[in-house]
């Protein structure tokens, strides 16, 4: 017995027995389970891993809408549904039948295949924009620049295993699928847009056959829309596909590489407020891709709204306006000929008391809803020779022949080279420099007579206004002009800004005093945009206050409870044009701001000014001034600035047409503005008479 004892006490005292015994106890533990998952419940749990695949999904925010100053939509967003792809477990042949299968359903229904494919929309070539592009694309895919478009799509043939499909025009199409989700990192966890805003009648066919396309889902969001068209394009902008710069930039900010984002305009200036915070969502799928349940994780933010200073009638009559008389200049139906180079132009119209932008047109234009157009369509917008997508208001430059008088006229008086009422007479050719001409006397060969500043600028008369720049030279216009702000972007919340150039101004040359003659009816180099020409017309409207001009209002959350501060919108400004706007109040003296505005009364409502014959009948005291603008070549530019009304100033208007030849002519574009600003502002007068009368009626 005690024998027996010792051994088992031995037995349980040995170490390495008893790690030895434990351990294999472990192995059979080990290998049992193993049978029983494998063998025993291999098939259950072999189904349950096909159905229980879990993905993280983004649920986009409503991105903010954008408004007119009185609460129009200018942007909103409408439902739509996406189709998007995954890379699912199938076999290639399997997966490619399954996108043929739906390029059908789409195309069946007037739908269509988005793809960043670099091909033509006939499918028989590139849309490359240049060729240096198209051999990078070459380059990368690792094909020789000289290969050809037959070359890529076999490369892509064969890299997508497409060589059983006899279509030529299928492969391409699936080959444009395929890239898309390549490019986009498609895998079983992300997925790559391959059609936008499909018809409900695709839909349905989808969802009919969904267990046929392996790794298609539908899935609903919503789409920029602009309920105007083209309304204001240049100012609201649009949204489109991120790039891959743009997504390499953004993407820690929130961004997934299908995201859009605001290109151009306010769409862009305001991406950061507009855009809103997603939300998320964890959805069940099979390894098919089939959607077996959705449970929302993080509910999306919507983005911030923004109000714009611009009034939408006012707006549509600018554009109506503008578009209008360069159609009747091409027609010859307010001259005598026609002036078929007439082509393009800008409006900028200003609040002159706050510098808010009431509206703002270019010309041409394009249509917002700029996913609707073709690849050929786009193309045609980036190399048309009128660049209808560019921003003349902010960022075509213009010499502003005689619109700069007043400013070189104010110039002479303040620094005392010439006498406020000191009479000076025009000799019709110019004795100083290289004699240039009035254009008076090139055009009748007669001469304005004895003029003071005001009948100078009634006259727009050349002579007076170079003997001014003789005695002043070209520093002291330099100088007022940069004190106008003619030299600095305005403040605006728009990229693409550009600063005027004063003749004269940082030159690395020798400055010839022919160029001084030049510059002082505001020629030579003299180069400024729209915006700052508006502002500049402003300040002499107002009594000498140049402001910072602002296109936004308001920036607000979708509940109001929270508004960007006005210091918090400078900010945006100065983040924009790289620059902080310095407000002044230029002291030009009351005596001299009425001889330069009563001149430009003169101008409208006289015999011999040179816009009489477009305001003679109009009920508005305009005052304005023409000008035309030498190119050296071709038809000149045609200007015209104005303000009104006369005594009591509420807006300034700046117009110009590309080769539009005499201001005069330009001048037509701005009387409806004019007289449409006039009839709103009534409007709101009676209005508020009304509803003061009923508050007074209930006793409020």
Known sequence: MKKFFKNIYNFFNNRYLILSIITILIAIIYIFQLFNLQIIQGAEYREKSQTRMLRTETVEAARGEIY???????????????????????????QNTAIATLITILESNGDKIYSTFPINDTLDGFSFSSEEEENNFKKEIGLKSESTFDDVINYYIDKYALSNINDKNLQKKIIMVKYEGNINGYSLYNSAIIAKDISQESVAQISERQKELYGIVVVSGTKRYYPNGSLAAHVIGYVSSISQDEYKANKDNGYKINDDIGKTGIEQSFEKYLKGKSGTKKVETDSLGNVISETVTQEPEAGENVTLTIDYRLQKVAEESLKDVIYKLNNGLITREKIEEANAGAVVVLDVNSGEVLAMASYPTYDLNIDNLSVSEWASLNTSEVHPLINRAIAGKYAPGSTFKMLVGIAGVKSGGIGLDEKYLDPGIYPYGHKPKCWKYSAQGRTHGYVDLEGAIKGSCNCYFYEVGRRIGIDKIVEYAKLFGLNKKTGIEL????????????????????????????????????????????????????????????????????ELTVEELNKISTEISGEGFEERTIDIGDDILNAVKQGMLSVTTETGGTANIVFKNSDIQVAGKTGTSQLGIGVENGLFVGFAPYDNPKIAVVAIIEHGDEGTYTANVVKPIMEEYFKISNENSANEKAQNAVKSTFGY
């Open 68 to 94: 007119d100053r009185n609460g129009v939509v200018l942007a909103t967003n409408k439902l739509t549904n996406n189709v998007e792809i995954y890379k699912v477990n199938v076999d290639v042949d399997e």
């Open 495 to 562: 990229y693409g800004e550009k600063e005027g150039q004063i003749a004269g101004d940082n030159l690395n040359r020798t400055w010839q005093f022919g160029e001084t003659l030049s510059a002082a009816i505001g020629q030579s180099e003299n180069a400024y945009t729209p915006i700052e020409l508006a502002n500049y017309i402003a300040t002499l409207a107002n009594g000498g206050k140049l402001n910072k001009v602002s296109i936004v209002k308001s920036v607000k959350s979708e509940d109001n409870t929270k």
